[in-house]
């Protein structure tokens, strides 16, 4: 059974820093991806957006919107996916899930991901 959990979220000052970690167990798929993904204020009913993602090959991809703020990385003896966010903004406040899934299911949201149950941000003054 695949299982993930997150962490570390929690309320900052605009430009603050925060590291996001997902911990996962019970992926026996050594193809699948692993990403993160947001519902931020406002944003609720147009679903979760895209962050970045890991490749089975352990590339980074990111979201064009995301690039340049946000640092996806893994470690696999730990089995950990993280996601570190700077210079965070009040409209970067929301939940933040982590996922595993088939590339199609990560990339294009095309089948089923599995997801974990989110972690908060908040970002304000």
């Known amino acids: 059974q695949v299982k993930l959990v997150e962490s570390g979220g929690g309320s900052v000052q605009p430009g603050g820093s925060l590291r996001l970690s997902c911990a996962v167990s019970?992926?026996?798929?050594?193809?699948?991806?692993m990403g993160w993904f947001r519902e931020t204020s406002g944003k609720e009913g147009e679903g979760r957006e895209p962050i970045a993602y890991i490749e089975s090959s352990g590339v980074p991809k990111y979201a064009d919107a995301m690039k340049g703020r946000f640092i996806i990385s893994k470690d696999n003896v730990k089995n950990t996916l993280y996601l570190q966010m700077e210079n965070l903004q009040p409209e970067d406040t929301g939940m933040y899930y982590c996922?595993?899934?088939?590339?199609?299911?990560?990339?294009?949201?095309?089948?089923?991901?599995?997801w974990g149950l989110g972690t908060q941000v908040t970002v304000s003054t």
């Open positions: 019970g992926v026996t798929d050594s193809t699948w991806y």
């Open positions: 996922a595993a899934g088939p590339r199609n299911a990560i990339v294009y949201g095309v089948g089923a991901r599995q």
